[in-house]
């Protein structure tokens, strides 16, 4: 808890992922006290035993450690500092792995960073700045980027964090066991104030989460606020989706996010929230195939907020025959107000039918 | 062998062939070059210190009530570019490298006398343009420059900055060249390689660093400068670029730069312990080729700094691994040093004092680079205090604890003159426990969450904070009292003699100081590296004289 006592030597361990955390570090400070006790018995003993005492003749100069014995010594002691090391090198690894990959049934929450605060949206409509509300006992993924330079999503007491770049998504995630208050810091260097990007989580019952999101914002989930937004840059006049029918000039959005899209230039790529941000942004960059450089960009136009809930509307959108997916597993689910329209049949996309929602997106 | 007589002092050296500035700024002796820099480097020393200073004052509370957000940015930054790129790493290659290679390997200067001096002219040209940003307002941006930070967001001179880091590497480069060149045509008649000291061997190593990183760092900060200048798109987004790409470059030179720092001060400590044992170093080959390992390993680890930087957790399991690997020849050194003193002669004078106190720092420092390679627990750890607590252990507990153990070991030889004992013992002492007390409750700090380059932070944590700066005005004072006994003993000192502590390099059979030519006749050497069995000790202390 962050009210904790003045001094302590380990952090409050609050998420699944930090006993395992402890664990390796327990491992190695035990191999480091070992060695380092090892090798300052070593010294201090070995210049008192052998300390030269003023008047008394040099000692006669011991073995050559090219010797039999030098030579095993020598193995010894790479052999054994090397196995220890790849004890810890496959430990390290094998950890690394369960935090670099969110869970597939993860509830997915949205961070934005800039100088010098984090701004955060919940799937169902809620936003906050610099605190982070999560329900105890489920596992939470973050979706992160910046608006201007680099910054590090950090929650010491999770034993985890991830860089939260420009340009780019990551991802974080973790699974909070006590409830409680928790620091939240920007572990990037990012400025003036950047000990000042600093937050809370607070971990909650699933009673009480439920009752915050239940006192939101009242500007709807997300997926409609991304709708209001996709309408009010005119993007449906041109993309056709179950709410728009279209003439298909550009590509139809169902079903398109988490599958793979062919490209102009046969290629290839994968429909995740930095494909989508990048046609956006960039349109011209990776071309559908079948398709015109049509389309013009909305850089500066769209925040990096906006950004996140068009992408979280393209994702809400369900397969070409129509069924719009709230694509939360919160259990509380705002419900979604959108007309549905049939789908005009799109021939020529390429797009499987029915793309999987929450499937894991990008990487560290 | 040349005994110590009050008569020496009379002899022709280096330092009494010429008079006057210009004999001094125009010089073109290895020596001289050496002292010029050691004057230059402890200024600057003296400057990171000062910043030093001022963080850990304003860290011993958690609000920002010495310095503002700002001020404080630009403090740690210079601190950290002006021990890196002005103190670190010059101070052993260009002062006691430069000092000693060429009387080690028996030559008469470096290979190239011109260029080394010209490298020191480049040296002080970066220097200028630091000490200019300092003055007129100095930079945000840490010493690693990190982008689009750097490119677009900070208010700083960064551009002057990375200039003043962009020639200094000309400088490094001039060194490293004029080193191997050395090493390779300049060696006394039978001075094979196997024969070499250890800190020729190491600065070989070092060399090596020198010229294949450095030109990296070059490239990296010239498009850092373009794009801030320019706006030409190479790491910003806003511009195309991509900002992780700077961290790759950045880190491709800066972890060899490590290696730059401590490789020296290895060689420095294989040379110490060898002398106060009067034992040859235990496994000096494998001493020897444990440095060439490490600068070539050294090149392979950059992206451990990235773990949680968007890197492909692939591409980081092989940087995971390689940091592994590359810690093992440092492990062995460790071993044979201390295999070294088993059944030696040990003499715990000031050199070997801080040669020990390196050993016990340096180990903690690598055992704790293993927590950092360990890809799991490095996501909690980075850009936290254990690593600022994990790079000073090897950066001031080895770096320049080996740095303070070779100026002590060879400052007779600089200059003729001996230091007094007991106050160098008392300043050893205090610089080992001041060290302690500064930087080992940052490892609990840095696990606790206190993430690095933080003004203010949260009041839990200002316990070991409390300690870090009472830890680092003890420190300070080891630091300070050296630099009043070297200057009382210029004038004050015991005349040395050639030998005082019965080592048995090269170096060690010409006067001290030595001639300007080095050495009288051209050393022929007969027998292997650290013959101590066949050398005569001519001690000015209470030894006997004695053969092994």
Same mark, same amino acid.
């Given at each position: 808890?962050?009210?904790?006592?003045?001094?302590?030597?380990?952090?409050?361990?609050?998420?699944?992922?930090?006993?395992?955390?402890?664990?390796?570090?327990?491992?190695?400070?035990?191999?480091?006290?070992?060695?380092?006790?090892?090798?300052?018995?070593?010294?201090?003993?070995?210049?008192?035993?052998?300390?030269?005492?003023?008047?008394?003749?040099?000692?006669?100069?011991?073995?050559?450690?090219?010797?039999?014995?030098?030579?095993?010594?020598?193995?010894?002691?790479?052999?054994?500092?090397?196995?220890?090391?790849?004890?810890?090198?496959?430990?390290?690894?094998?950890?690394?792995?369960?935090?670099?990959?969110?869970?597939?049934?993860?509830?997915?929450?949205?961070?934005?960073?800039?100088?010098?605060?984090?701004?955060?949206?919940?799937?169902?409509?809620?936003?906050?700045?610099?605190?982070?509300?999560?329900?105890?006992?489920?596992?939470?993924?973050?979706?992160?980027?910046?608006?201007?330079?680099?910054?590090?999503?950090?929650?010491?007491?999770?034993?985890?964090?991830?860089?939260?770049?420009?340009?780019?998504?990551?991802?974080?995630?973790?699974?909070?066991?006590?409830?409680?208050?928790?620091?939240?810091?920007?572990?990037?260097?990012?400025?003036?104030?950047?000990?000042?990007?600093?937050?809370?989580?607070?971990?909650?019952?699933?009673?009480?989460?439920?009752?915050?999101?239940?006192?939101?914002?009242?500007?709807?989930?997300?997926?409609?606020?991304?709708?209001?937004?996709?309408?009010?840059?005119?993007?449906?006049?041109?993309?056709?989706?179950?709410?728009?029918?279209?003439?298909?000039?550009?590509?139809?959005?169902?079903?398109?996010?988490?599958?793979?899209?062919?490209?102009?230039?046969?290629?290839?790529?994968?429909?995740?929230?930095?494909?989508?941000?990048?046609?956006?942004?960039?349109?011209?960059?990776?071309?559908?195939?079948?398709?015109?450089?049509?389309?013009?960009?909305?850089?500066?136009?769209?925040?990096?907020?906006?950004?996140?809930?068009?992408?979280?509307?393209?994702?809400?959108?369900?397969?070409?025959?129509?069924?719009?997916?709230?694509?939360?597993?919160?259990?509380?689910?705002?419900?979604?107000?959108?007309?549905?329209?049939?789908?005009?049949?799109?021939?020529?996309?390429?797009?499987?039918?029915?793309?999987?929602?929450?499937?894991?997106?990008?990487?560290? | 062998?040349?005994?110590?007589?009050?008569?020496?002092?009379?002899?022709?050296?280096?330092?009494?062939?010429?008079?006057?500035?210009?004999?001094?700024?125009?010089?073109?002796?290895?020596?001289?070059?050496?002292?010029?820099?050691?004057?230059?480097?402890?200024?600057?020393?003296?400057?990171?210190?000062?910043?030093?200073?001022?963080?850990?004052?304003?860290?011993?509370?958690?609000?920002?009530?010495?310095?503002?957000?700002?001020?404080?940015?630009?403090?740690?930054?210079?601190?950290?570019?002006?021990?890196?790129?002005?103190?670190?790493?010059?101070?052993?290659?260009?002062? $006691?490298?430069? @000092?000693? %290679? &060429? !009387?080690? =390997?028996? +030559?008469?200067?470096?290979?190239?006398?011109?260029?080394? *001096?010209?490298?020191?002219?480049?040296?002080?040209?970066?220097?200028?343009?630091?000490?200019?940003?300092?003055?007129?307002?100095?930079?945000?941006?840490?010493?690693?420059?990190?982008?689009?930070?750097?490119?677009?967001?900070?208010?700083?001179?960064?551009?002057?900055?990375?200039?003043?880091?962009?020639?200094?590497?000309?400088?490094?480069?001039?060194?490293?060249?004029?080193?191997?060149?050395?090493?390779?045509?300049?060696?006394?008649?039978? $001075?094979?390689? @196997?024969? %070499? &000291? !250890?800190? =020729?061997? +190491?600065?070989?190593?070092?060399?090596?660093?020198?010229? *294949?990183?450095?030109?990296?760092?070059?490239?990296?900060?010239?498009?850092?400068?373009?794009?801030?200048?320019?706006?030409?798109?190479?790491?910003?987004?806003?511009?195309?670029?991509?900002?992780?790409?700077?961290?790759?470059?950045?880190?491709?030179?800066?972890?060899?730069?490590?290696?730059?720092?401590?490789?020296?001060?290895?060689?420095?400590?294989?040379?110490?312990?060898?002398?106060?044992?009067?034992?040859?170093?235990?496994?000096?080959?494998?001493?020897? @080729?444990?440095?060439?390992?490490?600068?070539?390993?050294?090149?392979?680890?950059?992206?451990?700094?990235?773990?949680?930087?968007?890197?492909?957790?692939?591409?980081?399991?092989?940087?995971?691994?390689?940091?592994?690997?590359?810690?093992?020849?440092?492990?062995?050194?460790?071993?044979?040093?201390?295999?070294?003193?088993?059944?030696?002669?040990?003499?715990?004078?000031?050199?070997?004092?801080?040669?020990?106190?390196?050993?016990?720092?340096?180990?903690?420092?690598?055992?704790?680079?293993?927590?950092?390679?360990?890809?799991?627990?490095?996501?909690?750890?980075?850009?936290?205090?254990?690593?600022?607590?994990?790079?000073?252990?090897?950066?001031?507990?080895?770096?320049?604890?080996?740095?303070?153990?070779?100026?002590?070991?060879?400052?007779?030889?600089?200059?003729?003159?001996?230091?007094?004992?007991?106050?160098?013992?008392?300043?050893?002492?205090?610089?080992?426990?001041?060290?302690?007390?500064?930087?080992?409750?940052?490892?609990?700090?840095?696990?606790?969450?206190?993430?690095?380059?933080?003004?203010?932070?949260?009041?839990?944590?200002?316990?070991?904070?409390?300690?870090?700066?009472?830890?680092?005005?003890?420190?300070?004072?080891?630091?300070?009292?050296?630099?009043?006994?070297?200057?009382?003993?210029?004038?004050?000192?015991?005349?040395?003699?050639?030998?005082?502590?019965?080592?048995?390099?090269?170096?060690?059979?010409?006067?001290?100081?030595?001639?300007?030519?080095?050495?009288?006749?051209?050393?022929?050497?007969?027998?292997?590296?650290?013959?101590?069995?066949?050398?005569?000790?001519?001690?000015?202390?209470?030894?006997?004289?004695?053969?092994?």
């Amino acid at each position: 808890m962050m009210e904790a006592k003045s001094f302590q030597l380990f952090p409050e361990a609050a998420s699944t992922i930090a006993g395992s955390v402890d664990g390796l570090y327990a491992f190695l400070i035990l191999v480091s006290a070992f060695f380092s006790l090892l090798i300052a018995f070593l010294v201090v003993f070995f210049a008192y035993k052998y300390r030269h005492r003023p008047g008394v003749a040099f000692r006669p100069i011991p073995v050559d450690d090219h010797s039999a014995g030098g030579m095993l010594l020598e193995i010894v002691w790479t052999g054994i500092p090397l196995g220890l090391s790849m004890i810890m090198f496959v430990w390290g690894v094998s950890i690394y792995f369960t935090e670099a990959r969110p869970p597939a049934n993860s509830m997915e929450v949205y961070v934005t960073g800039k100088q010098w605060m984090w701004k955060i949206q919940h799937m169902e409509g809620a936003r906050e700045i610099n605190e982070l509300h999560i329900p105890v006992g489920r596992n939470v993924k973050l979706t992160m980027t910046s608006e201007d330079v680099i910054h590090d999503f950090f929650i010491p007491a999770f034993r985890t964090k991830a860089d939260v770049l420009p340009g780019k998504y990551t991802t974080e995630w973790f699974q909070a066991t006590k409830v409680g208050q928790y620091h939240i810091f920007c572990a990037e260097y990012c400025g003036t104030k950047h000990s000042g990007m600093i937050g809370t989580v607070y971990v909650m019952s699933q009673a009480d989460y439920n009752a915050w999101l239940g006192s939101g914002s009242g500007e709807g989930s997300m997926a409609e606020q991304g709708q209001a937004l996709f309408n009010q840059l005119g993007c449906g006049n041109c993309h056709a989706s179950i709410v728009n029918n279209q003439n298909g000039r550009c590509p139809n959005l169902n079903g398109v996010f988490g599958s793979r899209v062919d490209l102009k230039d046969g290629s290839s790529v994968k429909a995740d929230e930095a494909y989508i941000r990048e046609s956006v942004l960039y349109p011209q960059a990776r071309i559908v195939a079948g398709y015109d450089d049509y389309m013009p960009t909305f850089k500066g136009l769209i925040t990096e907020d906006g950004m996140l809930k068009l992408i979280e509307y393209v994702k809400s959108l369900g397969a070409k025959n129509g069924v719009i997916n709230s694509a939360t597993s919160a259990p509380v689910q705002t419900s979604t107000s959108t007309p549905q329209q049939k789908a005009k049949p799109q021939g020529r996309m390429g797009v499987p039918a029915a793309a999987p929602l929450g499937a894991p997106a990008g990487n560290r | 062998m040349i005994t110590a007589t009050a008569t020496e002092k009379e002899t022709k050296n280096y330092i009494n062939a010429e008079h006057g500035l210009k004999s001094w700024l125009l010089t073109q002796d290895h020596k001289r070059i050496a002292i010029l820099y050691l004057i230059a480097v402890t200024v600057f020393f003296a400057v990171g210190g000062l910043m030093a200073v001022l963080i850990r004052m304003e860290l011993a509370t958690p609000a920002g009530d010495l310095l503002d957000s700002n001020t404080y940015n630009k403090v740690f930054t210079m601190h950290g570019v002006i021990m890196i790129f002005f103190f670190l790493i010059p101070s052993i290659p260009a002062i $006691l490298g430069n @000092f000693l %290679l &060429p !009387l080690m =390997v028996g +030559a008469k200067d470096l290979a190239f006398p011109r260029i080394n *001096l010209l490298s020191w002219y480049v040296y002080m040209l970066g220097g200028m343009f630091g000490v200019f940003v300092l003055i007129t307002g100095g930079v945000d941006t840490g010493w690693t420059f990190y982008t689009p930070f750097s490119s677009t967001y900070s208010n700083g001179y960064v551009v002057l900055t990375a200039m003043a880091a962009f020639i200094n590497g000309f400088s490094s480069i001039l060194t490293g060249l004029n080193f191997i060149v050395t090493v390779h045509r300049m060696r006394a008649p039978g $001075l094979t390689w @196997f024969r %070499l &000291p !250890l800190f =020729v061997w +190491a600065h070989y190593a070092t060399s090596v660093i020198m010229i *294949l990183g450095t030109p990296v760092i070059a490239v990296t900060l010239f498009l850092l400068m373009l794009e801030r200048g320019l706006h030409i798109g190479f790491f910003d987004p806003a511009y195309g670029g991509d900002p992780v790409l700077f961290q790759h470059l950045f880190w491709f030179y800066s972890h060899p730069a490590v290696y730059i720092m401590i490789l020296p001060s290895m060689g420095v400590v294989s040379e110490v312990i060898s002398t106060f044992c009067s034992k040859k170093p235990f496994g000096y080959t494998f001493i020897a @080729f444990s440095s060439v390992a490490i600068a070539v390993f050294g090149f392979l680890v950059w992206g451990h700094h990235l773990f949680v930087s968007s890197q492909s957790a692939y591409a980081g399991m092989v940087f995971s691994i390689l940091s592994y690997i590359v810690a093992i020849p440092s492990a062995i050194k460790v071993f044979n040093w201390a295999a070294t003193m088993y059944k030696g002669n040990v003499r715990l004078e000031t050199p070997m004092l801080y040669a020990l106190g390196f050993i016990g720092l340096f180990t903690i420092g690598g055992l704790t680079g293993l927590f950092l390679a360990a890809m799991g627990l490095d996501v909690h750890l980075t850009d936290t205090y254990f690593v600022v607590a994990h790079f000073h252990y090897v950066m001031v507990g080895g770096a320049v604890m080996g740095y303070l153990a070779g100026i002590h070991f060879w400052w007779p030889k600089m200059f003729g003159r001996m230091y007094p004992q007991a106050w160098s013992k008392i300043a050893a002492g205090l610089t080992f426990v001041g060290f302690n007390l500064t930087f080992f409750p940052q490892f609990i700090l840095g696990y606790l969450g206190m993430p690095r380059r933080y003004h203010v932070y949260p009041p839990e944590f200002q316990v070991f904070n409390v300690l870090s700066s009472a830890g680092a005005s003890i420190l300070g004072l080891g630091f300070l009292i050296p630099g009043i006994y070297f200057i009382w003993s210029l004038k004050y000192g015991e005349p040395a003699g050639p030998n005082p502590w019965g080592a048995t390099g090269l170096e060690w059979q010409t006067a001290s100081p030595p001639p300007t030519e080095n050495f009288e006749i051209t050393p022929v050497v007969t027998t292997e590296a650290y013959d101590y069995p066949n050398l005569v000790h001519s001690t000015i202390a209470q030894e006997v004289k004695h053969v092994g």
